[in-house]
């Protein structure tokens, strides 16, 4: 296994802006590689998992699984990926890329685009045995090897198929894309936001930036544009980084987060 250890010194960029007429200056922090004590949490395992430790595991490799178990990315594009389709190399080996964020596929998000392919999403397989997700994920359909992804770790990504899913129709626009107001406790994702979040992205949001040159990106503007993304990363955590997850809070509970980081700042001059 390839070790990427970076010392998150290196890696922090401090930039201050001012705005006319506030009170105080917006410090943001640049994403940060995590240090080598965060090791094992960001890409290990623990000795005696917990079904949520187990369901956020799986929906990380469902992102994004090079970064997720810290692997060498693939090369070239993937066998299985429909030549008619857009996109090529490693992104076609993400199981996002051909089920979608809100994995409905073709009925959801990625119904129309760039990302389209056309194949369906993932929402019919809920509720069987992982085990039996486990031998569709080992088909033709799915070419991983083990060196890329374990038994181990594909049985997680099963658990997550089998009862890791949110249908995301209950609170996101499928036409415009935008979380649906209304569709959870804003107070509640108010609440969540400010005691969990807020320790590494600010009560605003804007504590991390990961747009580049002038262009931001914060918790606001992903909320707000890529809803169904931003739900994965919050339920499972974004792969690779030292970021929390929300698997041990109810569906409900990220619904309402969701309602409320929907509103937060999208940009600096906000
Ligand atoms: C290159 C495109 C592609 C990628 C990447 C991909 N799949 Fe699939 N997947 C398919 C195709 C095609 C099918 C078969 C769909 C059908 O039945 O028509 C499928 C079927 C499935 C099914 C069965 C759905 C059902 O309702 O029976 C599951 C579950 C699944 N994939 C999960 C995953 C997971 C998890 C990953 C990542 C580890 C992944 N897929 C990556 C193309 C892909
Ligand atoms: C311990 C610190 C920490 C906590 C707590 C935390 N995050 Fe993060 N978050 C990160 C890091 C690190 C990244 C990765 C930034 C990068 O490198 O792209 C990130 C990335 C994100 C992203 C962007 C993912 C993308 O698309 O690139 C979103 C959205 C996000 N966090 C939302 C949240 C929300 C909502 C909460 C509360 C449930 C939260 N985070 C809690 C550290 C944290």
């Known amino acids: ?139 033709a359909n799915h070419p991983y090897t083990q060196e890329m992804i374990t038994d181990d770790e594909m049985l997680r990504v099963a658990t997550f198929v089998s009862q890791g899913l949110t249908d995301m129709r209950a609170f996101i626009n499928m036409e415009t894309r935008r979380v649906i107001p209304g569709s959870g406790d804003f107070e509640r994702g108010r609440a969540i936001f400010q005691t969990t979040c807020a320790a590494c992205h600010g009560f605003d949001g804007r504590a991390m930036d990961w747009g580049e040159d002038d262009e931001h990106n914060f918790v606001g503007t992903e909320a707000a544009e890529l809803p169904d993304e931003v739900y994965n990363k919050i339920a499972n955590a974004h792969p690779g980084a030292a970021m929390i997850n929300t698997r041990a809070f109810s569906v409900q509970d990220r619904i309402s987060l969701m309602n409320y980081i929907a509103t937060l700042p999208v940009s600096i001059d906000d």
């Open 1 to 139: 296994m390839k070790q990427k250890i970076l010392f998150s010194s290196a890696a922090i960029a401090i930039s201050v802006t001012l705005f006319t007429g506030a009170a105080s200056a917006q410090v943001s922090v640049e994403p940060q590689e995590h240090g080598p004590a965060q090791q094992e949490f960001v890409h290990g395992a623990p000795q005696l998992p917990s079904l949520e430790w187990i369901l956020a595991a799986g929906g990380r490799i469902y992102d994004n699984w090079w970064e997720a178990l810290d692997r060498d990315p693939p090369e070239g594009t993937n066998p299985a990926y429909p030549a008619s389709a857009q996109q090529e190399g490693e992104a076609t080996w993400r199981c996002k890329e051909c089920h979608g964020w809100d994995y409905l596929g073709a009925e959801g998000i990625y119904r129309q685009g760039s990302h389209f392919t056309g194949i369906p999403g993932i929402m019919g397989a809920r509720g069987y045995p992982a085990e039996t997700i486990f031998r569709t994920l080992r088909d």
